[in-house]
T-cell receptor, first 115, second 115 residues
Framework: GENVEQHPSTLSVQEGDSAVIKCTYSDSASNYFPWYKQELGKRPQLIIDIRSNVGEKKDQRIAVTLNKTAKHFSLHITETQPEDSAVYFCAASNPSGGGADGLTFGKGTHLIIQP | KAGVTQTPRYLIKTRGQQVTLSCSPISGHRSVSWYQQTPGQGLQFLFEYFSETQRNKGNFPGRFSGRQFSNSRSEMNVSTLELGDSALYLC??????????????FGQGTRLTVV
């Protein structure tokens, strides 16, 4: 089955700097890559996603890039703000995957924004 | 529209007891998945139900079981509780248009503490 590795597990950056979280996946059949943000005590919520026919997608301060050949995708957050502090999960979806709509999640990255 | 609803929000049980958790998906969503979340372990997939059938199952012992009703509401049951079962249990629903990759919506979770 699919295996998703996520790094780093903890990331601390100064407010205003950029943050990058990286994920790799194993199954070349995976075709959908969402990112979820989970604030303390809250449910995970989708913040951005990308499909396998697209290399990059941006939404204001966040962007996701996908390299299908290398099987890795990354989340980029620019001009970080205190409200960006949260745990971020990457995921990969493929037709034979086991989770919600075939999603396999990474273990998460705890992003800490230092004032 | 109403989001994914999980009940109860908090539970305290004693070792050896059993527990049933409930999840009501977003109206129209047919897929419901369950995840166990513990610190450092991310979102570990338990099982997925679609149209009252278990479609996939993660690597959890048989003490963990679930079902889905005709209205798509789902329950999961854990028998003979162990201390290690203490975790946040999240369910996620999705419309599931044939595994093409759609957003999974999470509930607030049930915090289970086994003492």
């Amino acid at each position: 089955g699919e295996n998703v590795e996520q790094h780093p597990s903890t990331l601390s950056v100064q407010e205003g700097d950029s943050a990058v979280i990286k994920c790799t996946y194993s199954d070349s059949a995976s075709n959908y890559f969402p990112w979820y943000k989970q604030e303390l005590g809250k449910r995970p919520q989708l913040i951005i996603d990308i499909r396998s026919n697209v290399g990059e997608k941006k939404d204001q301060r966040i962007a996701v890039t996908l390299n299908k050949t290398a099987k890795h995708f990354s989340l980029h957050i620019t001009e970080t703000q205190p409200e960006d502090s949260a745990v971020y999960f990457c995921a990969a979806s493929n037709p034979s995957g086991g989770g919600a709509d075939g999603l396999t999640f990474g273990k998460g990255t705890h992003l800490i924004i230092q004032p | 529209k109403a989001g994914v609803t999980q009940t109860p929000r908090y539970l305290i049980k004693t070792r050896g007891q059993q527990v049933t958790l409930s999840c009501s998906p977003i109206s129209g969503h047919r897929s419901v998945s369950w995840y166990q979340q513990t610190p450092g372990q991310g979102l570990q997939f338990l099982f997925e139900y679609f149209s009252e059938t278990q479609r996939n199952k993660g690597n959890f012992p048989g003490r963990f079981s679930g079902r889905q009703f005709s209205n798509s509401r789902s329950e999961m049951n854990v028998s003979t509780l162990e201390l290690g079962d203490s975790a946040l249990y999240l369910c996620a629903s999705s419309f599931d248009r044939g595994r093409i990759g759609t957003e999974a919506f999470f509930g607030q979770g049930t915090r289970l503490t086994v003492v």
